[in-house]
């Protein structure tokens, strides 16, 4: 199946974020010995990870240091993308993800979920809970894998993932002008994108939506 990931360094960081508490949970339930479902979930995960990750769009160019590094085997090429006006947009890029892959990235955080449900309902502890849930909204691990997800499962414009397609698929480099009516679809997908990943903090919220004016 298709999703439209922006090439937004928000995105990308809150991704790879996801990599250092998947890898701690499996090394954690690797040790206790037994081999259990909560590992095996976990552990289709992070291959699911994985397999994500090296699709994004520039993800090299992220990650790396050397601006020499190629394209990984799959990643789309760099375009430049204009609107109808002729003003410079940030890219968005068709990926074909795995449903597979999807799934299991949305069991283990259902998991991670339903931990923290039974945490918050352990003896002693629902007050503290409660005036943290009245608070202002932190990038725990549940609520970063929630953002990302939502990102990942965003229905895309049919019409505007039907034309970035032709674009990547044909491994075009140059510049695309989006018609009017497909530069405010654009505009309404890169809206939830931004609410998605920085709704709650209004700083960064600000910030992070001026990436695609």
């Known amino acids: ?37 909560d590992e095996r979930i976990i552990a289709d995960a992070y291959d699911s990870w994985v397999r994500v990750l090296l699709k994004l769009p ?32 940030t890219s968005l890029y068709p990926v074909d993800v795995d449903a597979a892959d999807l799934g299991h990235l949305t069991a283990c955080l259902d998991l991670f979920a339903a931990a923290g449900r039974t945490r918050r309902a352990e003896p002693g502890r629902a007050d503290t809970d409660a005036g943290a849930d009245r608070s202002e909204r932190k990038d725990t691990l549940v609520d970063v894998f929630r953002r990302v997800m939502e990102v990942l499962l965003l229905p895309p414009p049919q019409r505007l993932l039907g034309a970035l397609r032709q674009v990547v698929g044909q491994g075009r480099t140059g510049s695309v002008t989006l018609p009017a009516e497909e530069e405010a679809e654009y505009r309404r997908y890169c809206e939830d994108v931004v609410t998605i990943l920085s709704f709650g903090d209004a700083f960064a919220y600000h910030s992070h939506r001026a990436l695609y004016v």
């Open 1 to 37: 199946m298709y999703v439209l990931v922006p090439d937004d360094p928000v995105f990308f960081a809150k991704f790879e974020s996801l990599e250092e508490p998947l890898l701690r949970h499996l090394h954690l339930l690797h040790g206790a010995g037994a081999e259990s479902d």
């Open 58 to 89: 520039l993800w090299s160019q992220w990650h790396a240091t050397d601006t020499s590094a190629g394209h990984a085997p799959g990643e789309p090429d760099g375009y430049a993308l204009y609107g109808a006006g002729g003003t410079q947009l």
